[in-house]
Nanobody, 115 residues
Framework: QAQLVESGGGLVQAGGSLRLSCTAS????????MGWYRQAPGKQRELVAL???????NYADSVKGRFTISRDNAKNTVYLQMNSLKAEDTAVYYCHCMRDFRNYWGQGTQVTVSS
């Protein structure tokens, strides 16, 4: 059984918006940190945004002002609202969470931005 289930990727035109969701299974109760990473072809995986259980956030400089991360602790779910998307945002987006110093990854969801 997948422990992190992602949804919301797809194809969008430049300037458009997408919202990613990721729900952690009940076996990962109240993750300390939840976040999103992305990996473009030929590039290393990079942090996009993260949010702590208390709501503190951190963003990559490249997405500040355009992306917003949020979480619903009652639903064990993290969201990534992506606005003003650019072609360079095209990548596979991976959900990540950490609990008790263990790392968990989602299967990845493709986001493609056409210019």
């Amino acid at each position: 059984q997948a422990q992190l289930v992602e949804s919301g990727g797809g194809l969008v035109q430049a300037g458009g918006s997408l919202r990613l969701s990721c729900t952690a299974s009940s076996t990962i109760f109240s993750p300390t940190v939840m976040g999103w990473y992305r990996q473009a072809p030929g590039k290393q995986r990079e942090l996009v945004a993260l949010i702590t259980r208390a709501g503190s956030t951190n963003y990559a400089d490249s997405v500040k002002g355009r992306f917003t991360i949020s979480r619903d602790n009652a639903k064990n779910t993290v969201y990534l609202q992506m606005n003003s998307l650019k072609a360079e945002d095209t990548a596979v987006y991976y959900c990540h969470c950490m609990r008790d110093f263990r790392n968990y990854w989602g299967q990845g969801t493709q986001v493609t931005v056409s210019s």
